[in-house]
């Protein structure tokens, strides 16, 4: 089996996932049928707080927690909400969106520039309890 690289995973999950604006993202924040997941880790989500209203699915869990036969599933994978995911800079979400997709989640969009764009451009944040 050939190896793939960190470089070449990127370009594949660019051409085959859409991303959007913070601009775009900050229209859908509480919008019925839209639902945020954060894929960073949860030290991350409690020490700089999250996008309002977002749901915590940890990039390294993600498949467990997506899976409906996963030990950690969480139902909101199995309805019919559009999810936008981040992370801090929108790399890992990036490649989460992609994994996704393979799983049958077709309805992602990953946020360009992750939480830190989000920050940088004083869009709403809320404190995470401790994880």
Known sequence: MSAISLRDMMAVAHSAVQSITVDDAAELVGQPGITFIDVREGRERAADGHIPGSVHAARGF???????????HNPIFTG??????????????????????????????????????WRD???????SPDV
Not at 62 to 72: H, K, N, S, V
Not at 93 to 104: N, P
């Open 62 to 72: 993600l498949e467990l927690i997506a899976d409906p036969a996963g030990p950690m």
């Open 80 to 117: 019919d909400d559009k999810f936008v995911l981040f992370c801090a800079s929108g790399g890992r979400s990036l490649l989460a969106c992609h994994t996704l997709t393979k799983m049958g989640i077709t309805n992602v969009v990953n946020l360009a520039g992750g939480f830190n764009a």
């Open 121 to 127: 451009d004083d869009q709403a944040i809320e404190d």
